[in-house]
């Protein structure tokens, strides 16, 4: 059992309840004199000591706010630590890094040891600006808005209200009827809140513009990909990516498209895309949250003894808030805890097989804490987003071995495993057209909200297949793009799945070949944490860092022929 690792720099019962309780400490780092490279070695341990503490406690007060939004008491206490203590954490750390990058002894460090960190660090000092504290602190305040509104969201359908992702269930019903009466009342919720979404969109917009213009940039997009430490790729490569979507991904998806058509025998509707052609009813693959907890750890033994140990952890520790109910935020997540090394996952599981592959992709994330919890600096463990999420997508499909837990009979799980791959190819345009809309959107950041709408529906065609018939429902499409929460909260942070969805297929191909080697790969990989370049961190796991078309081509191949296999 992992417990809190024993304080050096800080007292173990240290709480955070005003600024003056963490203010010495910052004071003792910046006032600190170093005299030889141990001292300044030791310097990095107390820092990091002290900003793995602020990081967990910021971030316990973001998951009990998530996971129950109707409470102000939690929602206050995460808006005092963005309002009240961050704002005053964000100077100092930039005087921490100038301190840093200023010392004699700094030439002294292993250079394949803090590399990473230390280019991290000067890319921090050449963007931070003290007029964009306060701005941070009111974009923070602002984006968690999102959950609160969408998390309030309910429908009622046969005289039972759920939550929004419990009547999503009803869109994979055989009964057209249903699904429509589903799509109706779902959107027609979301309907209700779409000019206050649009308001609270276009305050952000001109906030992150603002932040932005006061660092030095023309606009949100170029100062958000040096925020992003993006060294390893340019705007240039996601432009490239979008093209390569279109080219090699755009056709499987038509030809998905049609075969659901035949199977059908009629036109495709939007509460057509999620049922089964067979007239099949919908998995359901768990029974509650913890059946999902119990055949999740069954599922990862039969991968890796390692991988059900550390959900067997985190079940012992309750860091798992699986169910759905209302009240509760959207979405799903792993947050690392950076004191603990023990992560917590929130999602919103109703019972189907797509809470499976959330559940797996979630326990990828935690296995990544896991794995890199050794690393001496907590900016070590901090990973790119596009290393992260190779480290879920890549759990997504080598837990295929032990997803017989969940699936009973083969049939069941050659349905879900075909519908998963096919999910997989389909959300890559999904992906393209979020990501080639926030370029956009920072890049015009005058636009109106009606420009916004007309943008999105000229993506939504030249990323779609033309198949789905969306008369009548125009206004739903044109304003589909609000349900994606990483626009609000979170943004430019999306085109990091496609490149690690293609990462995760290149692993799962090697795994097929050679079991022992590929999860030996894949496990040194994610115990590297942030101390290598992303493309170096991709070889290590046995693949390329690459999103040229040639390479994506490559990939579908393999993807098709998989899927004949589930046949």
């Avoid at 798992?320 to 950076?338: H, I, Q, T, V």
Wanted: aromatic share 12%.
């Amino acid at each position: 059992m992992i417990t809190i690792i024993k304080r050096k720099f800080l007292p173990n019962k240290l709480k955070v309840t005003s600024w003056d309780v963490l203010a010495p400490f910052f004071k003792q780092l910046l006032d600190r004199e170093i005299n030889n490279i141990e001292e300044l070695e030791n310097w990095l341990k107390d820092r990091s000591e002290l900003e793995a503490f602020v990081s967990e406690d910021l971030a316990w007060r973001y998951v009990k706010m998530t996971c129950d939004t109707t409470n102000k008491d939690l929602e206050q206490a995460y808006l005092f630590f963005v309002t009240e203590i961050e704002p005053q954490i964000s100077p100092l750390s930039d005087q921490l890094n100038k301190k840093l990058v200023a010392c004699k002894f700094i030439n002294e460090l292993n250079h394949d040891k803090y590399f990473i960190y230390l280019r991290g660090i000067k890319k921090e000092i050449e963007i931070f600006r003290e007029e964009n504290v306060p701005l941070m602190a009111e974009i923070a305040t602002e984006s968690q808005k999102y959950g609160s509104i969408v998390g309030s969201m309910s429908v009622e359908i046969d005289g039972k209200e759920l939550t929004l992702q419990q009547a999503a269930n009803f869109l994979k019903n055989p009964d057209r009827s249903i699904r429509e009466n589903a799509f109706v009342k779902i959107n027609e919720v979301r309907s209700k809140y779409n000019a206050e979404l649009d308001e609270l969109f276009d305050k952000l917009i001109a906030l992150r513009h603002q932040v932005a213009v006061n660092a030095g940039f023309d606009n949100f997009r170029d100062y958000m990909f040096a925020a992003l430490g993006r060294f390893d790729y340019s705007t240039d490569d996601c432009f490239a990516f979008h093209n390569a979507i279109q080219t090699e991904v755009l056709p499987l998806v038509k030809a998905f498209n049609e075969k659901r058509k035949a199977e059908l025998g009629h036109d495709l509707k939007p509460w057509d895309m999620e049922v089964d052609t067979k007239n099949r009813e919908a998995l359901e693959p768990f029974t509650s949250g913890k059946d999902l907890i119990d055949r999740t750890v069954k599922c990862f033994r039969k991968v890796d003894d390692y991988f059900a140990w550390c959900i067997e952890t985190m079940d012992n520790m309750e860091r798992l808030d699986l169910e759905s109910r209302k009240g509760k935020a959207p979405g799903g997540y792993n947050y690392p805890m950076s004191e603990t090394s023990v992560p917590f996952i929130f999602m919103n599981a109703a019972s189907s097989t797509r809470d499976v592959e959330t559940m797996l992709h979630e326990g990828g994330h935690a296995v990544h804490s896991f794995l890199s919890k050794d690393l001496e600096l907590a900016a070590f463990k901090n990973c790119p987003s596009e290393v992260a999420e190779l480290a879920s997508m890549s759990m997504e499909l080598i837990s295929y071995d032990g997803q017989d837990e969940f699936y009973t009979n083969k049939e069941d799980f050659n349905r879900a495993k075909e519908e998963h791959l096919e999910g997989i190819i389909k959300i890559l345009p999904w992906i393209a057209t979020i990501d080639k809309f926030q370029h956009w959107i920072y890049t015009n950041p005058k636009h109106t909200a009606d420009e916004r709408k007309t943008y999105w529906v000229q993506l939504s065609k030249e990323f779609g297949t033309g198949m789905v018939n969306w008369d009548g429902y125009e206004d739903i499409q044109a304003y589909s793009w609000q349900k994606q929460l990483h626009l609000y909260e979170v943004p430019f942070y999306y085109i990091e799945y496609g490149m690690a969805q293609l990462g995760a297929l290149a692993v799962w191909k090697n795994y097929i070949t050679d079991k022992p080697t590929a999860l030996a790969q894949y496990k040194a990989a994610l115990s590297l944490g942030y101390t290598k370049t992303i493309g170096d961190i991709y070889k290590t796991a046995g693949i390329e860092f690459n999103f040229t078309a040639p390479y994506i081509k490559q990939l579908m191949e393999f993807v098709k022929d998989e899927l004949a296999n589930c046949n």
